[in-house]
């Protein structure tokens, strides 16, 4: 399976972006979906998780209530709406895909990874 996000880009801030993030070479709609980011010099932090049927959301602090993970299993995707964008959201931002566990906000809970996408917010 191969992840590939878009939709990264520059923005000011108290603005939106939209990340979509595609899987490649095997279907994925039973997969719980990521998305990470690492911003310069820092380690990789979750940001937002969705459940395979899309019942159960998770999101970080630093992000509640400003973004939304979606879903489409239909096109084997994985969204991820930005709005009331700051300037610490600034990273590169990485969708994941693996099994549901209450481990979801750490890294080595997931399979797949895609290259990433890089937002920039300025003021």
């Known amino acids: 399976v191969q992840l590939v996000e878009s939709g990264g880009g520059s923005v000011q801030a108290g603005g939106s972006l939209k990340l979509s993030c595609a899987a490649f070479?095997?279907?994925?709609?039973?997969?719980?979906w990521a998305w990470f980011r690492q911003a310069p010099g820092g380690g990789r932090e979750f940001v937002a998780v969705i459940s395979w049927a899309a019942e159960t959301t998770r999101y970080s602090e630093a992000v509640k209530g400003r973004f939304t993970i979606s879903r489409s299993n239909a096109k084997n995707a994985v969204y991820l709406q930005m709005d009331s964008l700051r300037r610490e959201d600034t990273a590169v931002y990485y969708c994941?895909?693996?099994?549901?566990?209450?481990?979801?906000?750490?890294?080595?809970?997931?399979?797949?990874w895609g290259p990433g996408t890089q937002v920039t917010v300025s003021e």
């Open positions: 994941a895909a693996g099994e549901w566990s209450d481990n979801y906000n750490y890294e080595w809970t997931y399979d797949y």
């Open positions: 070479g095997d279907a994925v709609d039973d997969r719980t």
